[in-house]
Nanobody, 124 residues
């Protein structure tokens, strides 16, 4: 069983920054960050293919968020800059191995191990 654990959430003012970390107990080919705001569906924020570092970003976070890996790909970080109130949500890290053409997708069903989530609140 793969264990997934997130850390680093908290409260920040608009324009501020936060860094989330996700640690997995066993290497997985795909790591993704997803978020869900109250009353909204869960959406993909960023996905990374561990083998080659290929990344995907949701349109709403492009240019502001950066996904990266360290510690032999066992830790995946999400650097969030220029935060906006609409970034307020519970952020989940997910791990999986299903790919399409060798690349990881943003399809939730491709990720079979999920963390408990960490809250990010952006408010003045």
């Amino acid at each position: 069983q793969v264990q997934v654990a997130e850390s680093g959430g908290g409260s920040v003012q608009p324009g501020g920054s936060l860094r989330l970390s996700c640690t997995v107990s066993i290497y997985r080919y795909c790591i993704g960050w997803f978020r869900q705001a109250p009353g909204k569906e869960r959406e993909a924020v960023a996905v990374i293919t561990s083998a080659d570092g290929h990344t995907y970003y949701g349109d709403s976070v492009k240019g502001r968020f950066t996904i990266a890996q360290e510690n032999a790909k066992r830790t995946t970080t999400l650097e969030m800059n220029s935060l906006k109130s609409e970034d307020t949500a519970k952020y989940y890290c997910a791990a999986g191995g299903r790919t399409f053409g060798g690349r990881c997708r943003t399809v939730e069903e491709d990720f079979n191990f999920w963390g408990q989530g960490t809250q990010v609140t952006v408010s003045s």
